[in-house]
């Protein structure tokens, strides 16, 4: 049986969203949804904000505001976001000097 089959735990580092801007943090996979279950960054900068949402574009959180350490966890009962099938995963990121960096736990299930 296949990871995917078994919707085992995967791992994203968040390392290159330096500036404002939308960034990939995970890319779509054709018929799945992204599932996140744990969430931990660290977001800096003047005023910083960051959003997650999926690639259709659809916002899938609030906006953090948090300039130190920051962390989420869910499970997969009671997850912290899901896209839509076949969408990817995108931070959007905002604030002067804004730099984030940090790891999503995710599986993958067959899409909603």
């Known amino acids: 049986m296949s ?3 078994r919707n085992e735990s995967r791992f994203a ?3 290159n969203a330096a500036g ?3 960034y990939d943090v995970i890319a779509a996979v054709a018929g799945k949804s992204i599932v996140v279950v744990n969430l931990n960054f660290t977001l800096t900068g003047t005023t910083p904000t960051a959003l997650f949402q999926d690639t259709t574009p659809t916002a899938l959180s609030g906006a953090f505001g948090v300039a130190t350490a920051f ?3 869910g499970s997969r009962m009671d997850p912290l976001m899901s896209t839509a099938k076949g969408a990817g995963l995108q931070m959007v990121l905002t604030g002067t000097s804004a730099q984030v960096r940090g790891c999503i736990t995710y599986y993958l299930e067959d899409g909603q």
């Open 13 to 15: 580092a968040i390392t």
């Open 71 to 73: 962390a989420m966890h």
């Open 20 to 22: 404002p801007g939308t």
């Open 3 to 5: 990871a995917t089959q």
